[in-house]
């Protein structure tokens, strides 16, 4: 009855505990996400420099340190620290807040080391101590006192850790930790005390004797306390004060005395609260009272104070006293701890979720500029492309027409020329030297040296008639398609084109053997007023040998043109020979007409033209004969190759300028893939950097969504 109070303000911190540690849980997922966005955007170096490297490790560096405050986090509880002389009850105190005998305490019983006290979810209780964690069970006070004995090593600075089942004790569910410390008179070691147990307590409970005054030792330790934590919180619990009752008449003079010499302790040596709260600090109980109150009515007996005795005169205003001191302590531990032990955090919390958003602030500026450097260059790139299309189309057309003329101009240079060459036969073939004879096989040599130096010079003046001129128009047709290709190319495509090739050489392949493979000399000797070459002045000798050969042969060439003339001589033949008979007429008729002194005359002129014609026929005659001969076949038959050759060197000219041309167009070809790749990949580098954007945004706002949960926090628990 006199115990039923609210739930425990204690559980305000377990909340507060819980809310933070989800939302640090959440602020370690985001800052892992986070710290691999910023990684992934740093190390993707096509993107450029959209984040450094110092940005990836000061995500990294959050990271470390959320890992490491959730760890504090989870470990963190309220922690309150005993201290008092030896024998003033500091473990019946802690007894009696758990409800049970958890601690050794009472006559014989004197805690020498640290105890701390925490709640274990497990069903049974056990304790460890610095030297080893192998937990040794406890199920009893009893035992847990002989454990303590059993252990030689402990001493006044040693810490053992009791887990004593939440189940059994409500109290240490939520999170508090009890710390039973030695006498403050036991030891010198007050230093490494502080510095090794006491520098994370969130309140200091100073258990006095109300038979006695606060002590210089007492006093001492608090000071050093005070010196290593700003405002320690402190609370003063005069214990005994059952022992009152014998003398009523004192109580109020008696109390008056603690309370100031406590208050002025608090206030004016220690200035850690106000003249005005120290006295809220200060209770006046008797915790074996209470502690066997309670678990008389946990066992369902009455309530005495007293094992087996009657309620103690006062018992209810010290058992009151208690309770306030209970829901005061825990009242302002919650508070505290929750503020002590979270708020650093909140604040640390806080100056990462800042420090994010400068990273994601300036990845998302980083790459909207690396973005519009990108759309900028892309359009570049789509103008550069639409220009080379265009330009190379123009530059196509120009070309063709370019090399159309020049071909064009080289078949008319060359027809020229070898119009000239023919006509120079002659000459040409008065250079040839070289023995002559009649037979068959050293006139076969003849005519193949003279048709071999026929073609050399031929071939030579055609080169230096056309092939100067020539290779210079192509030499500069080259240039000018080199010139006005180059621009429309990379730079690493610019460092490739080399200059005009000069191993082109124009040939002229006149096949002169060839054609004058039908060439059949005639050097026999013919009188020049003979009838054959009478007739061979009068229509040709290719018609005379037709008119002189048989009539079959006549048949099989009756597709000339000059068909008439040869008839006529023909007949003039035929008759000739029919009618010699009228020769002899005729004959007659002259000698009787012109007297047979002229017609011997002329006889005898006759006779002597044609011996002098005999014998001046030799074989530089014979020679002359077959040049003339063969400068007149030669020329018919180069008079009819004359487009063949022009046009032959004419395409030779084509194909050179159109693979030079053709090369050309593959590196502008080559360019454009270039451009086009190059549009391609700043197409995908922009979508990058649009996500990045995108993402870097998100980021942001998850930032900023943290940071109003832990500004909810802070106005709910911290404020």
């Not at 120290?278 to 008797?286: D, L, N, Q």
Request: aromatic share 8%; with cysteine; charged share 25%.
């Amino acid at each position: 009855m006199m115990d039923a109070v609210d739930p425990s303000p204690l559980r305000h911190f377990v909340v507060a505990k819980r809310s933070i540690t989800s939302i640090f849980d959440q602020l370690l997922d985001f800052v892992k996400d986070g710290s691999a966005f910023v990684d992934e955007a740093w190390r993707g170096e096509e993107l450029g420099q959209v984040a450094v490297e110092e940005q990836s490790l000061e995500m990294q560096s959050c990271e470390t340190k959320l890992w490491t405050i959730r760890d504090v986090l989870l470990r963190r509880h309220m922690k309150v620290a005993f201290f008092g002389r030896t024998s003033n009850g500091k473990s019946t105190v802690i007894n009696a807040m758990l409800r049970d005998r958890v601690l050794p305490s009472g006559i014989g019983h004197t805690t020498n080391c640290f105890l701390r006290v925490e709640g274990t979810d497990g069903d049974e209780a056990y304790l460890t101590t610095e030297a080893s964690n192998e937990r040794k069970s406890v199920k009893t006070v009893n035992q847990l006192a002989h454990a303590l004995h059993m252990v030689p090593t402990l001493d006044s600075g040693s810490l053992v850790k009791v887990f004593w089942p939440k189940t059994r004790c409500a109290l240490l569910r939520d999170d508090l930790v009890l710390m039973d410390s030695p006498g403050t008179d036991v030891t010198l070691e007050l230093d490494s005390w502080i510095d090794k147990f006491c520098l994370d307590a969130d309140v200091f409970v100073l258990v006095g004797n109300s038979e006695s005054t606060l002590m210089n030792t007492e006093k001492l330790f608090f000071h050093k306390v005070s010196e290593r934590i700003s405002k320690p919180n402190i609370f003063i619990l005069h214990n005994r004060w059952d022992a009152s009752v014998s003398e009523p008449e004192y109580v109020d003079e008696v109390r008056k005395q603690h309370l100031d010499r406590c208050v002025s302790f608090l206030a004016e040596e220690l200035k850690v609260v106000s003249l005005d709260e120290a006295p809220g600090r200060i209770f006046f109980i008797s915790a074996k009272e209470v502690l066997s109150s309670r678990m008389q009515r946990a066992q369902g007996m009455p309530e005495t104070g007293e094992p087996g005795g009657a309620l103690a005169e006062g018992f209810h205003e010290r058992l009151r006293e208690f309770q306030m001191f209970e829901r005061t302590f825990e009242e302002f531990i919650s508070q505290s701890a929750v503020k002590t032990k979270f708020e650093q955090h909140t604040v640390r919390a806080w100056q990462i979720t800042e420090a994010i958003k400068a990273v994601m602030d300036a990845i998302n500026i980083a790459s909207a500029d690396r973005k519009i450097f990108c759309l900028e260059e892309r359009e570049d790139q789509r103008d550069r492309l639409e220009f080379v299309r265009g330009q190379i189309n123009r530059l196509t057309d120009s070309v063709r027409e370019r090399i159309k003329t020049l071909t064009e101009d080289v078949a008319a240079k060359v027809a020229t020329a070898l119009l000239d060459q023919i006509r120079s036969l002659p000459v040409l073939v008065e250079e040839f030297r070289a023995d002559f004879n009649p037979t068959q096989e050293t006139l076969e040599l003849y005519k193949t040296k003279l048709m071999q130096h026929m073609e050399e010079r031929m071939v030579g003046g055609l080169s230096h008639r056309c092939s100067v001129s020539i290779h210079r128009d192509i030499r500069a047709a080259q240039a000018h398609m080199i010139d006005s290709v180059r621009p429309l190319l990379s730079t690493s495509l610019q460092e490739q084109v080399s200059p005009p090739s000069t191993s082109f050489e124009l040939t002229y392949d006149l096949g002169l053997t060839a054609l004058c493979a039908d060439f059949h000399e005639n050097i026999e000797f013919q009188f020049s007023l003979g009838w054959t070459s009478l007739v061979t002045r009068f229509i040709g000798a290719a018609n005379a040998k037709r008119a002189l050969s048989g009539p079959e042969r006549r048949l099989q060439d009756s597709s000339f043109k000059d068909e008439m003339v040869v008839s006529i001589a023909t007949g003039l033949v035929s008759v000739t020979s029919r009618a010699s008979m009228s020769v002899l007429v005729i004959g007659g008729v002259v000698w009787r007409s012109v007297g047979w002194r002229v017609i011997a005359l002329s006889l005898s002129l006759y006779g002597l033209l044609y011996l002098y014609e005999k014998l001046t026929w030799t074989n530089a005659s014979r020679e002359r004969a077959l040049k003339k001969q063969f400068v007149e076949h030669a020329a018919q038959r180069l008079r009819a190759i004359i487009p063949v050759s022009s046009s032959a060197c004419s395409q030779q000219v084509y194909k050179e300028l159109a693979s030079t041309f053709s090369r050309l167009t593959q590196r502008v070809d080559l360019s454009e893939a270039e451009l086009e790749g190059n549009i391609r990949q700043l197409s995908f580098r922009i979508q990058r950097l649009e996500n990045i954007q995108r993402r870097s945004k998100a980021f942001r706002n998850r930032a900023t969504e943290l940071e109003t949960q832990l500004e909810a926090f802070s106005v709910q628990y911290l404020q």
